[in-house]
């Protein structure tokens, strides 16, 4: 019979130290394995839910299009505001008439930019320009990359995500005339002949009777009492009502009315700001933020409604003991996910009056 000869000397095996690293390493590739594919995941919410809103917005404007839309029934899109992820969509969706529906983004994406509404008249143009960048802006919004991807929607209807530069923008105003083509001749104004002296009425006309003044008594007479003779000289013509008793009791004395507490209230200005990325003059602008009627310390906050990163925002205080001011400065960012219109909301801690809000305009 042959027996093992080894020696537990000679057996092999992991030591304690060998397993910990190899258990490190295994963690390390899988945690970077999960994050990339969650990267990855976001990347494509964000791109899909970008271009499947551009696509109804697309929908919509063909829509009006092929309807040939009257004043009344014309196809749009409309968002709600920063943070939310729900946009509506109206037109005909195979049924013959127009009707509204609701769709949803992807989850973890948001819309970021102020809530708007885009309509499309029946030669597929927007029937309504926005403010500013002419363009109307919508921003969609991973909330997990905080990044956003523009959607685009030009006053001629072209539809771009993802793009930087617009050429609605690019090209300049264009002035009209009010003249009228074929102004009619007006007519001169007849002038009024003036009265021949034989058709004047020479008749005066007899003089009112006077009215006789009342004297104040209440008696319809010259003098107080119904006569023709003067009235009485003494005579008080307002005597003072005796003083009203207090709880029924004449000497008690009467409370004094407590002051009334006038509450802290707040307020901006200007409360829009139009701002841009490359224009020198347009790349920052400032707000001020105002409390009347404050007492003690109050902590100032601004920040992006929808907790978007797209502008850049500092404040001149943070506190404030009882009145006073605090100076907003906003700044822009480049890049697309950093145009549109957006929202910046003002406040103090504790509450003074409503939360302010500041409209903030980005255009190229």
């Not at 771009?160 to 001169?188: A, H, Y």
Request: charged share 15%.
């Amino acid at each position: 019979m042959i027996r093992n000869s080894k020696t537990a000397k000679q057996q092999q095996g992991f030591t304690i130290m060998q397993m910990v690293v190899t258990i490190t390493i295994v963690a390390i590739v899988s945690t970077v394995g999960v994050l990339g594919i969650k990267t990855a995941r976001a990347e494509f919410q964000l791109h899909n839910s970008a271009r499947l809103f551009a696509s109804y917005v697309e929908k919509a404007r063909a829509d009006s299009v092929r309807r040939h839309a009257g004043t009344g029934a014309e196809s749009s899109v409309e968002t709600f505001g920063a943070g939310t992820s729900h946009y509506a969509v109206t037109m005909d969706f195979g049924s013959g008439i127009p009707e509204t529906r609701t769709f949803q983004l992807e989850s973890g994406t948001v819309f970021m930019t102020a809530a708007q509404k885009v309509t499309f008249d029946w030669r597929g143009r927007l029937l309504v320009l926005c403010d500013i960048t002419r363009t109307c802006v919508y921003q969609v919004h991973s909330t997990y990359l905080e990044r956003s991807v523009p959607v685009d929607v030009s006053g001629s209807g072209d539809i771009t995500v993802g793009e930087q530069q617009f050429p609605d923008l690019k090209i300049p105003e264009v002035e009209l005339s009010d003249v009228d083509p074929d102004p009619s001749p007006s007519s001169s104004p007849s002038v009024e002949e003036s009265p021949s002296p034989d058709e004047v009425d020479e008749t005066p006309s007899p003089s009112p009777s006077p009215t006789p003044t009342p004297n104040g008594n209440g008696n319809g007479g010259d003098n107080g009492n119904g006569g023709d003779g003067p009235g009485n000289p003494n005579e008080d013509p307002s005597p003072t009502p005796p003083p009203t008793p207090v709880d029924g009791n004449p000497n008690a004395t009467p409370t004094p009315t407590p002051t009334p507490v006038v509450p802290c209230v707040s307020s901006i200005s200007p409360s829009t700001l139009k701002l841009s990325q490359t224009d020198t003059s347009k790349l920052s602008g400032t707000a001020t933020f105002t409390m009347t009627n404050g007492t003690g310390v109050r902590l100032i906050s601004a920040s992006q409604e929808g907790h978007g990163n797209s502008l850049n925002i500092a404040l001149s205080l943070v506190r404030i003991d009882g009145s006073g001011s605090s100076i907003i400065t906003i700044s822009t960012k480049n890049g697309a996910g950093n145009r549109g219109v957006f929202i910046v909301e003002v406040s103090a801690s504790p509450a003074c009056g409503s939360t302010q809000q500041l409209t903030v305009t980005v255009s190229n």
